[in-house]
């Protein structure tokens, strides 16, 4: 991991642990913000003001935490599986 001071610090697995968190984050982000274009899309496809908008935006974020949770507790086990191993 590199400091904002530009120096070193962390071990490579420090590194791709932090990888994995922010593609988790970046997951979750891209996922809210699918559901929100697909539902102005439906909006400006059929004509309605706000309804699919607001129905995608809330599907995109019941779908990105569902996802969130899912890899985070499957980051859970794999640490303590390595933790357990060591």
């Known amino acids: 991991m590199v400091l904002p001071t530009g120096k070193r610090n962390g071990s490579p697995d420090d590194q791709n642990r932090l990888w994995r968190l922010s593609a988790m984050g970046f ?19 059929f004509g309605f003001e706000r309804t699919w908008i607001i129905v ?6 019941l779908v990105g935490m569902t996802g969130f949770i899912h890899s985070a507790m499957a980051e859970n086990r794999r640490l303590e599986k390595e933790r357990r191993d060591r």
């Open 27 to 45: 997951t979750l982000t891209t996922e809210v913000v699918a559901g929100t274009l697909l539902g102005w899309l439906a909006d400006w496809a």
């Open 56 to 61: 995608g935006a809330v599907a995109g974020v």
